[in-house]
């Protein structure tokens, strides 16, 4: 076991280096870079392009910005380019800029943002409690609901309960979450009909002027709707999953030898079923905190307004903002990595029976 995790954390570096070499491949052919975005700026007299350089509006009028009478239009000196170029680090060769930045994210250093003037890492900091709140209450809730409902589904096989809950979550699952989120936010955020849920953020203005129990209460009243949104697809997966597992270990032929051996359902049901059903569940639980931790999670924080890093990435991609786009793309391939590590370690937990030592000597 020892050798098989030493194996997977050393092979946790090449899969990075791999993501990483290749939306830098992307970005660099990727057209609208923040140099051209500063010199569409500074060609139409935008003067927060001109603070950044750390001149004055009229300095970089006068002396910064040539008139091309030829064309009429207004054209960048090459020593203005020049600088600009050297700001953002697009001065030297785009291999020498990739193993600099390899370099400093072995020691956690993601650079600064381009527009915000602030360090990747605070902005991290900064934005992962939202998401993690969304992703943890979501994944929480998921499960909790998924897995009883999937296994009294595997139970009540054939009846009027099991078709009408499976049109139910067919109907779940087809249905986009972004898409159900503008719907709740219609029916009870004041949209057309009712008022009862804020309509963004995640706490209210007069969030710390509340008790501890209206803080508790306020968090909770915010969260009903981005949550309740997250969950509706992942919930339909993981009870189907859940029901169809439990299916294929009752129609086992284990199952049936305990039933002729006298053993009631239920003890059948904890003994021996749900240890071996739940392997498969388990399985799933990375990818579904993964997917749900930074994937639905994007557009639920754009609709909701609520300032995670879904959001954040969003918005650094739109402004290509590659400190914040590279640094983001690390912690969360990272964190996939760690959390995928520890799903299989989870195996071991949950049956003692498995092992990977095979796997670790291939």
Do not use: C
């Not at 050393?10 to 057209?31: D, E, K, R, S």
């Not at 004055?56 to 020049?82: F, N, P, V, W």
């Not at 209206?214 to 189907?240: C, Q, R």
């Amino acid at each position: 076991m020892t050798a098989y995790l030493f194996r997977r954390l050393l092979l946790i570096f090449p899969t990075i280096l791999g993501i990483l070499l290749l939306n830098f491949i992307i970005v660099q052919a990727a057209p609208g870079g923040p140099v051209e975005q500063m010199v569409a700026e500074l060609q139409g007299f935008d003067t927060g392009a001109t603070s950044r350089l750390g001149g004055t509006t009229e300095e970089a009028s006068l002396s910064s910005l040539e008139l091309d009478e030829h064309q009429g239009s207004r054209a960048i000196s090459k020593e203005l380019l020049d600088k600009i170029k050297k700001q953002y680090g697009f001065d030297r060769p785009a291999p020498e800029r990739f193993l600099k930045m390899l370099k400093e994210y072995l020691t956690f250093d993601l650079g600064k943002s381009f527009f915000r003037s602030i360090k990747v890492t605070d902005l991290i900091w900064e934005k992962l409690p939202v998401s993690i709140s969304l992703g943890l209450w979501s994944t929480l809730l998921v499960y909790l609901i998924s897995i009883p409902l999937g296994i009294y589904k595997a139970l009540r096989q054939g009846t009027a309960f099991d078709a009408w809950s499976s049109t139910f979550i067919t109907v779940g699952y087809a249905i986009p979450s972004f898409l159900f989120a503008m719907l709740l936010i219609i029916l009870f955020s004041g949209g057309s009909y009712w008022q009862l849920f804020p309509l963004r953020g995640l706490t209210s203005d007069n969030f710390d002027e509340l008790t501890l129990i209206g803080k508790i209460s306020d968090y909770i009243w915010h969260m009903v709707l981005p949550i309740t949104a997250m969950i509706i697809g992942s919930f339909a997966t993981l009870t189907m999953l859940t029901r169809n597992s439990f299916l294929e270990e009752i129609r086992k032929q284990y199952v049936i030898t305990a039933r002729a051996k006298g053993l009631k359902d239920s003890q059948i049901l904890i003994r021996h079923i749900f240890r071996n059903a739940m392997l498969l569940v388990i399985s799933g639980f990375p990818a579904a905190l993964i997917g749900i931790l930074f994937t639905n999670s994007l557009l639920i924080e754009i609709i909701f307004s609520l300032d995670g890093l879904g959001l954040l990435g969003f918005e650094a991609m739109i402004q290509r903002d590659y400190p914040v786009v590279f640094g983001t793309l690390y912690v969360f391939t990272l964190i996939g990595l760690l959390v995928k590590l520890a799903g299989d370690l989870t195996y071991t937990w949950v049956d003692p029976r498995i092992t990977f030592d095979a796997r670790s000597g291939l």
